[in-house]
């Protein structure tokens, strides 16, 4: 139990357009999802709390406008990174939390991640 | 100050011996939660063991154990037995407060398994 998915897993585009990903929990419902990036060799940098029926909650530094998430269904969260540029260049990874784990486990389960190359 | 620090950015082991995999951690809230999760070079993370700040014991899932030392804020991962497949990035992270909060990551170990 607990998959997470992630569309596309990787994608490449040019300067200018918007790429949406998706992530979704398969076998459980999340009120809660988290949107990270990594670049390469380094750990994981949170960009972005997910909360179904609400806004996201963005971490310091990044630009809402920029990166765009939806939380419209306890399954489903999507990031669009708008107007994507090179240093846009990513690996991108969601989270969703299980709310059968309750808050004392809240383990979070993580999608396999989107590679994203803009040129 | 960093919240979670992973001093070893590589490690090396043996297959069929064991490994540990040290991460110390900073924080005054009494509840909090650890996690551990490996990261190989395909990209998922892969939850492997937590630890909550009220656990009395050591968490176990198999082959890795959770030496867990409160007073000194340490949460360091041992891997028993180890084997090829164990060859990947290892994240510690912590959850600080109670309820659905994120989680803060530490910079990794690298761990790489020799036959």
């Known amino acids: 139990g607990a998959v997470v998915s992630q569309h596309p897993s990787w994608v490449i585009c040019k300067s200018g357009t918007s790429v949406k990903i998706e992530c979704r929990s398969l076998?459980?419902?999340?009120?809660?999802m988290f949107w990270y990036r990594q670049f390469p060799k380094k750990s994981l940098m949170l960009m972005a709390t997910?909360?179904?029926?609400?806004?996201?909650?963005?971490e310091q530094g990044v630009e809402k406008d920029k990166f765009l998430i939806n939380h419209a269904s306890l399954t489903l969260s999507t990031l669009t990174v708008t107007s994507a540029h090179p240093e846009d260049s990513s690996f991108y990874i969601c989270?969703?939390?299980?709310?059968?784990?309750?808050?004392?486990?809240?383990?979070?389960?993580f999608g396999p991640g989107t590679r994203l190359t803009v040129l | 100050a960093q919240k979670i620090t992973q001093t070893q950015p590589g490690m090396f082991v043996q297959e069929k011996e064991a490994v540990t995999l040290d991460c110390t951690y900073d924080?005054?809230?009494?509840?909090?939660?650890l996690f551990w999760y490996k990261q190989p070079s395909s990209g998922e993370m892969i939850f492997l063991i937590y630890?909550?700040?009220?656990?009395?014991q050591n968490a176990t899932e198999g082959r890795y154990s959770l030496n867990f030392q409160k007073a000194r804020k340490s949460a360091n991962l041992v891997i028993s037995a180890s084997q090829l497949g164990d060859s990947a990035m290892y994240f510690c992270?912590?959850?600080?407060?109670?309820?659905?909060?994120?989680?803060?990551f530490g910079a990794g170990t690298r761990l790489a398994v020799h036959p």
């Open positions: 989270s969703a939390r299980d709310l059968a784990g309750g808050p004392s486990t809240d383990t979070q389960y």
């Open positions: 076998d459980f419902q999340a009120t809660t």
């Open positions: 997910s909360n179904e029926g609400s806004k996201a909650t963005y």
């Open positions: 924080t005054s809230d009494p509840s909090y939660g």
């Open positions: 630890q909550g700040s009220y656990d009395q």
């Open positions: 992270a912590m959850r600080e407060g109670w309820g659905y909060n994120k989680l803060i």
